[in-house]
């Protein structure tokens, strides 16, 4: 199974909300797809699902063109921000809601319901479920119709913090268990993602970034992309000498051919504190405030407004001391 959006491009009225989209989602992997709100995820997704036509640009199913087929026929399996859940439906009811009549044998619904961990509720009304619970239906109905594709669209959303990770764990772990191809799709940031195959970074209807999730986070391409993944140092900079690159915060050996002002960008676990004052950076601890498992810590200096805030490991400077910052070339990614 392979599924292939190629150049899709959407407007409404005037406004275009896709921009030349291609992505790829291949047997058994979890593409996650994220961006702000307004972004456009949802009119991809309804393009891929065949909810709306695209202006231009093809869906292709295992290489066949399926642009045009309607949603029934794409054999889709959908979970939906609002799970649409039939309330006059038992557990059962809804799971086999899309299924034939003599495919609803005891044996398909146990096994459903096993997998999603909703044995004993079968005959329960969704207004007789939790939040968790009525997520694990709508996984199941969509999961009865083995679908091509699994569709995921902020299932979690609802959740509170802790059930959400549980489940999206859970989930993740069934999904990778039966090799389903899924497209989930996030409208928050959460490092959560991280645990996908494949990251997709849209915005204003165009991709920005694509890659493994290990790619987008060590080297996002903007600080669009670096912040909707973890905490990022971002550092006002300029070229000095040649490879030596100066900041309000001290002057580093980073090798960088641009002319203009531009940014650093390192993700904060790979700066050390160090005592050397050679090619590191420095600055004062100006707060430092305790995080439970770590420290993070505001350090600026006189010249300058700008701050570093730095998530460590219990460090041992106070408020007032100035430390120095390990930057590894390897470790810094430049935004213009
Ligand atoms: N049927 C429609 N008619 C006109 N404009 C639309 C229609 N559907 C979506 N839009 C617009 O297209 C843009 C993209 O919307 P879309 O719902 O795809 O974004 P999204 O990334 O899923 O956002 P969110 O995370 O808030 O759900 C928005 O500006 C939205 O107002």
Not at 153 to 169: N, T, Y
Request: proline letters at 4%; glycine letters at 6%.
């Amino acid at each position: 199974m392979k599924l292939s959006v190629e150049h899709i491009s959407k407007s409404f009225e005037k406004t275009q909300v896709l921009k030349d989209i291609s992505l790829e989602v291949k047997k058994g992997e979890i593409l996650s797809l994220t961006g702000e709100s307004g972004c456009g995820k949802s009119t991809l997704l309804r393009i891929i699902s065949g909810l709306e036509a695209p202006d231009d640009g093809s869906i292709l199913l295992n290489g066949q063109n399926i642009t045009s087929w309607k949603p029934e026929k794409r054999k889709f399996g959908f979970v939906f921000q609002n799970l649409s859940l039939f309330p006059h439906l038992s557990v059962k009811g809804n799971i086999f809601y899309a299924i034939k009549k003599k495919d609803q044998t005891a044996e398909k619904l146990n096994h459903l319901v096993e997998m999603t961990g909703l044995k004993g509720l079968e005959n329960r009304y969704p207004h007789e479920l939790s939040g968790g619970q009525q997520q694990r239906v709508a996984l199941a109905r969509a999961l009865a119709i083995n679908p091509e594709l699994l569709i995921l669209d902020e299932p979690f959303s609802s959740l509170d913090e802790l059930l959400k990770a549980k489940l999206r764990e859970e989930i993740f772990d069934l999904l990778r268990s039966l090799h389903i191809t899924t497209i989930l799709v996030s409208h928050q940031a959460s490092d959560a993602f991280l645990i996908a195959d494949k990251l997709v970074v849209m915005k204003d209807g165009a991709i920005q970034q694509s890659g493994t999730p290990s790619e987008v986070y060590q080297k996002p391409i903007s600080p669009y992309v670096s912040d909707f993944f973890g905490a990022s140092v971002i550092i006002n900079a300029k070229n000095k000498d040649e490879n030596i690159v100066e900041t309000s915060f001290g002057s580093l050996k980073i090798a960088n051919n641009r002319a203009d002002d531009f940014q650093l960008f390192v993700r904060p676990e790979n700066i050390q504190i160090t005592t050397s004052r050679d090619f590191n950076l420095s600055g004062k601890v100006l707060k430092k405030e305790f995080k439970g498992p770590h420290d993070v810590l505001k350090i600026g200096n006189n010249s300058t407004s700008e701050f570093i805030s730095l998530e460590t490991e219990r460090c041992p400077h106070e408020v007032g001391e100035t430390i120095y910052l390990k930057v590894p070339e390897k470790e810094v990614q430049i935004f213009k």
